[in-house]
């Protein structure tokens, strides 16, 4: 069975309105939903090689594959379970999240609400605290929603699994829809090779045809779907506005070519310690997107919208995800620097000091990587002096300098931000800084001390 379109994407395409029909109520009505099928995501996240892609081979075809790959962004498999004692048989879409630290930002954007989510460790790992991070960001990307813990390589031997610090919770399920054509409808598409981009006219002419037309109704319809994992709408994207992204494993795939640790797609990108060029990324787009569709600069947007890209006024990108971490350096280093480059400012002019912390609980990567990007869009005329995972040195010539960087402390899941201006008017500055953090990470746990 091949991985592939999305039942929506497939039904939509190709007229079969039976399909649309039953779809679209599903996501309208959850009632709907229960009646039309049993079909559930299963979404398993976990440190890099801990055996997720294998479980999830396994799962899918029953058999064990000991040569599988590492995953790149994310992979999609479809595993039937059969009818047994009376239940009817279940159909669950296995999300294959990578583990590897570079795709952690990309993370957040494939979480659905109503999905079971599984972190899966390598209990010969006798760091098994490490796998706590995952736990963690189960719990603030999906509030309420606590994962089963599967350890693997436990029966290796006379090895005894080692216990996870935190408790076994069992996760909570979804009455998704099952399509009976999809997966036929699905090789189809792979087979034409067309990107899974509709138009929000031609979503809501489907809708329309199935009753779906007040516009509370159609958004609770499209949430629906999202979280079924059908689709994906940026509405805030400028030129994905009218553009519905029918197969979210295709945009994962695309993020994947950009945030990456594979070295066929480093080299088709191009980047240097996390720098590359717009033109570049803009080619990559247009391997999975054909520039004829017109929707390329609509998803190198998303792209920076997510976070994932800065673009600079001369044409380089940052990829922040991919940049040299620098969270666990003393602050002390890099205030040293800012010193260091504030004695070579005019002294014709009075010149000022702002300096400010911030302790928050656990801060994940996407929002990191989104902070530092509306960072540097606070000071778009500013040279990067340097930049990292996640901070960065500004100097805007003749006016101001500016240092932000993000330290965590090795024992604990506290994160402190840490900020220094040098301007005329420094505090002018830093309380745009202090707005920006506001905006950002309002909703962030505020750490002690």
């Known amino acids: 069975m091949q991985d592939g379109w999305t039942a929506l994407y497939t039904a939509a395409r190709y007229r079969h309105e039976e399909a649309v029909k039953a779809l679209l109520q599903a996501g309208a009505d959850k009632e709907?939903?229960?009646?039309?099928?049993?079909?559930s995501s299963l979404v398993l996240v976990g440190p890099g090689a801990a055996g997720k892609t294998t479980l999830a081979v396994r799962l899918e075809t029953g058999k064990f594959d000991k040569d599988v790959q590492p995953t790149h962004g994310l992979l999609v498999h479809e595993w039937s379970v059969p009818e047994c004692e009376?239940?009817?048989?279940?159909?669950?879409?296995?999300?294959?999240?990578?583990?590897?630290?570079?795709?952690?930002?990309?993370?957040?954007?494939?979480?659905?609400?109503?999905?079971?989510?599984?972190?899966?460790?390598?209990?010969?790992?006798?760091?098994?605290?490490?796998?706590?991070?995952?736990?963690?960001?189960?719990?603030?990307l999906v509030p309420g929603k606590a994962p089963l813990l599967v350890a693997t390589h436990a029966l290796e031997g006379d090895f005894?699994?080692?216990?996870?610090?935190?408790?076994?919770?069992?996760?909570?399920?979804?009455?998704?829809?099952?399509?009976?054509?999809?997966?036929?409808?699905?090789k189809a598409l792979v087979s034409a090779g067309r990107p899974p981009l509709i138009c929000l006219d031609e979503f809501e002419d489907i809708a329309e045809r199935v009753s779906i037309v007040a516009p509370h109704d159609l958004r609770r319809c499209m949430d629906r779907l999202t979280d079924m994992g059908e689709l994906r709408h940026f509405s805030d994207v400028p030129g994905l506005e009218d553009v519905v992204v029918i197969d979210p494993k295709w945009l994962?795939?695309?993020?994947?070519?950009?945030?990456?640790?594979?070295?066929?797609?480093?080299?088709?990108?191009?980047?240097?310690?996390?720098?590359?060029?717009?033109?570049?990324?803009?080619?990559?787009?247009?391997?999975?997107?054909?520039?004829?569709?017109?929707?390329?600069?609509?998803?190198?947007?998303?792209?920076?919208?997510?976070?994932?890209?800065?673009?600079?006024?001369s044409g380089d990108a940052v990829i922040p995800p991919m940049l040299p971490d620098r969270m666990k350096e003393p602050w002390e280093s890099i205030r040293a620097n800012l010193v260091e480059k504030c004695n070579s400012l005019p002294k014709d002019r009075p010149?000022?000091?702002?300096?400010?912390?911030?302790?928050?609980?656990?801060?994940?990567?996407?929002?990191?990587?989104?902070?530092?990007?509306?960072?540097?869009?606070?000071?778009?005329?500013?040279?990067?002096?340097?930049?990292?995972?996640?901070?960065?040195?500004?100097?805007?010539?003749?006016?101001?300098?500016?240092?932000?960087t993000c330290t965590r402390q090795e024992t604990s899941n506290e994160y402190t931000l840490h900020v220094a201006v040098c301007a005329p008017a420094p505090e002018v500055l830093g309380a745009r800084v202090s707005s920006?953090?506001?905006?950002?990470?309002?909703?962030?746990?505020v750490g002690g001390g």
């Not at 005894?160 to 699905?186: C, Y």
Request: net charge positive.
């Open 32 to 39: 709907a939903a229960n009646k039309v099928a049993a079909r």
């Open 86 to 140: 009376g239940q009817p048989p279940l159909l669950f879409s296995i999300w294959d999240l990578g583990g590897q630290e570079v795709y952690w930002s990309t993370h957040a954007f494939f979480m659905v609400r109503e999905a079971l989510y599984v972190t899966v460790y390598n209990s010969r790992n006798k760091d098994i605290d490490c796998f706590g991070e995952y736990l963690d960001r189960v719990k603030l």
């Open 160 to 186: 005894k699994a080692q216990e996870p610090p935190a408790p076994v919770l069992k996760a909570h399920g979804i009455d998704a829809n099952t399509i009976i054509s999809v997966r036929r409808e699905r």
């Open 252 to 313: 994962a795939d695309l993020m994947a070519q950009i945030v990456t640790t594979d070295k066929t797609r480093m080299q088709n990108l191009g980047p240097n310690k996390g720098w590359t060029s717009m033109d570049a990324l803009q080619k990559v787009v247009e391997m999975k997107c054909p520039p004829g569709t017109g929707r390329v600069i609509g998803l190198v947007r998303l792209m920076q919208h997510c976070g994932l890209v800065y673009a600079l006024p």
């Open 351 to 404: 010149w000022g000091w702002w300096a400010a912390q911030y302790k928050y609980g656990r801060l994940l990567d996407h929002r990191l990587s989104r902070l530092l990007c509306r960072l540097l869009l606070l000071l778009p005329d500013a040279e990067v002096s340097d930049v990292w995972r996640f901070g960065a040195l500004l100097v805007r010539p003749q006016r101001a300098l500016m240092a932000l």
């Open 436 to 445: 920006l953090l506001g905006e950002e990470l309002g909703g962030v746990e």
